[in-house]
């Protein structure tokens, strides 16, 4: 069954210091997603992507936050300047049309 | 934005009870998803329900959709310890289908 890939698993960073979240989502899906879900939390959605441009953002999606999609396969996550309050686990989705999302593994961000 | 309840927080039952969770909005839904993470793992998809009053089921679990679309639930038969994790319910909205999750009900199953 296809999946969608995360990387690294478990990244540890410097407060202020900028971190690159990857995922390879499934290759036919078309709405890709960051999903963050703070220890013992709720899933809580960052942002959309479709058609390699952003379709919606959350109120935690600010101007420290970026996606890209730099070639065909990979989406990722940039944070500039962490905070220690964003320490928590990141998710990417994608889906099809009507589908539910399939979910990576998760990276599990610690800001120190 | 669109807000969705969920009750219980926690739910501990014996291993060969039943359990059941709800999921509520203020607004109604166009559809609604349901998701299993186990401790420690990642959102799993279990089922989409998009029409008023629908009743689906997967095995020991049963998904409903009120008539009115603004509430469901999901109901797990004689539980078993794989059935431990958490149950999140998730509405579908915005031009990019973005989810909004409940607060998840944590279950936890004595053996």
């Known amino acids: 069954e296809p999946e969608v890939t995360q990387t690294p698993s478990h990244q540890v960073t410097q407060m202020g210091q900028e971190v690159i979240l990857r995922c390879v989502p499934i290759?036919?899906?078309?709405?890709f997603y960051w999903y963050r879900q703070i220890l013992g939390q709720k899933v809580e959605f960052l942002v959309s992507f479709y058609n390699n441009e952003i379709s919606e953002k959350s109120e935690i999606f600010d101007d420290q936050f970026s996606v890209e999609r730099p070639d065909g396969s990979n989406f990722t996550l940039k944070i500039r300047s962490t905070k220690l309050e964003d320490s928590a686990m990141y998710f990417c989705?994608?889906?099809?049309?009507?589908?539910?999302?399939?979910f990576g593994s998760g990276t599990r961000l610690t800001v120190v | 934005g669109q807000q969705v309840m969920q009750i219980p927080q926690y739910q501990h039952v014996q291993e060969g009870e039943d359990f059941t969770t709800y999921c509520n909005s203020s607004t109604t839904l166009s559809n609604i998803q349901w998701y299993k993470q186990r401790p420690g793992g990642h959102p799993v998809f279990l089922i989409q329900l998009v029409k008023s009053g629908e009743v689906k089921k997967q095995k020991r679990l049963t998904f409903q959709f009120g008539e009115a679309k603004k509430n469901s639930s999901l109901h797990i038969t004689a539980t078993q310890t794989t059935d431990v994790g958490t149950y999140f319910c998730?509405?579908?909205?915005?031009?990019?289908?973005?989810?909004?999750f409940g607060s998840g009900t944590q279950l936890t199953v004595l053996p």
């Open positions: 290759s036919n899906h078309l709405y």
């Open positions: 989705a994608s889906s099809r049309e009507g589908r539910g999302y399939t």
């Open positions: 998730a509405a579908l909205s915005g031009s990019a289908r973005q989810l909004t």
